[in-house]
């Protein structure tokens, strides 16, 4: 079944810097491929996402590349502001209908 | 639409004792995942409905947890008897995957203590 890294598990920015979130996957029939934000004490919710049909997607301070060939994928934010603090999940779908597998999660630090 | 409905948000229990977590999908969505989430093993999906029928069950810990989905609006997660280590946010979704993209939509979460 699929398998879903993530690096880092932790990451420090200062405000205005850009932050890079990096995972990779194992099953190449994977096609879909969501980000999640989830603060403390809240739910995951979605952020951003990408089939795999395409390159790059881009939503305002926030962008995903994906790279088939490695089966790699990325979320980019970029001038960041304390209210991105938080944990961030990257998920490949199993291409069995709906399941996704998630990574550990980066806790995303802000600082002023 | 209310989104995912999760009750209770909070439970404490005794170890021992019959825990029984509830969720209502969002309507028209056709799948539903029961996740557990702890800071030792993050987010784990536990089981998951494909039109109220079980899928895969292959992450449920052991014999004492079980999941039902007796209609499209209605799923329980039951831990009978519950223990210390089931302890943690226990999450559930829904998606509609007759859409663009399989986005899964969480529930606020139930924070279960067992004691």
């Known amino acids: 079944g699929e398998n879903v890294e993530q690096h880092p598990s932790t990451l420090s920015v200062q405000e205005g810097d850009s932050a890079v979130i990096k995972c990779t996957y194992s099953?190449?029939?994977?096609?879909?491929f969501p980000w999640y934000k989830q603060e403390l004490g809240k739910r995951p919710q979605l952020i951003i996402d990408i089939r795999s049909n395409v390159g790059e997607k881009k939503d305002q301070r926030i962008a995903v590349t994906l790279n088939k060939t490695a089966k790699h994928f990325s979320l980019h934010i970029t001038e960041t502001q304390p209210e991105d603090s938080a944990v961030y999940f990257c998920?490949?779908?199993?291409?069995?209908?709906?399941?996704?597998?998630f990574g550990q999660g980066t806790e995303l630090s802000v600082k002023p | 639409d209310a989104g995912v409905i999760q009750s209770p948000r909070h439970e404490v229990t005794e170890m021992g004792q019959e825990v029984t977590l509830r969720c209502k999908p969002i309507?028209?969505?056709?799948?539903l995942f029961w996740y557990r989430q702890t800071m030792m093993r993050g987010l784990e999906l536990l089981i998951y409905f494909n039109n109220n029928v079980p899928i895969d069950d292959s992450g449920m810990p052991e014999d004492r947890f079980s999941a039902k989905m007796p209609n499209a609006s209605f799923s329980t997660l039951k831990i009978q008897p519950s223990e210390p280590r089931d302890s943690a946010v226990y999450f559930c979704?829904?998606?509609?995957?007759?859409?663009?993209?399989?986005?899964?939509?969480f529930g606020p979460g139930t924070r279960l203590t067992v004691l």
């Open positions: 309507s028209g969505h056709d799948y």
């Open positions: 099953d190449s029939a994977s096609n879909y």
């Open positions: 979704a829904s998606s509609y995957t007759g859409g663009a993209t399989d986005t899964q939509y």
């Open positions: 998920a490949a779908s199993d291409n069995q209908g709906g399941k996704l597998i």
